[in-house]
């Protein structure tokens, strides 16, 4: 018996192993596209790949929070 709640520990955390590389993705390609912007569409005042990058770990946060969350209801 004690054995199936230590297995539905450790399934529980599997997802998190995931949740790096998601957050590298997600960043990578906001920053690769605010810096095709900035190259493409040259202004003084706009940098958009800072713009993209900030939006970029805003929603690789949202992603983290809103799984883990996820995690934590299905206990």
């Known amino acids: ?13 599997l ?3 995931n949740i790096p590389v998601q957050m590298g993705i997600i960043i ?8 095709w912007l900035d190259e493409n569409h ?3 005042k ?3 790949n800072t713009i993209f ?3 970029g770990v ?10 883990v969350n996820d995690i934590n209801k299905t206990k």
Do not use: D, H
């Not at 990578?28 to 810096?35: A, E, H, Q």
């Not at 929603?59 to 929070?65: G, K």
């Open 46 to 48: 706009v940098y958009y």
């Open 58 to 67: 805003g929603l690789a946060l949202y992603n983290v929070i809103r799984q």
């Open 15 to 17: 997802p998190l192993i």
């Open 53 to 55: 990058v900030i939006l």
């Open 1 to 13: 018996m004690e054995k199936e709640p230590n297995k539905n520990r450790r399934n529980k955390w």
């Open 42 to 44: 040259p202004s003084p």
């Open 28 to 35: 990578f390609l906001f920053s690769y596209f605010g810096t």
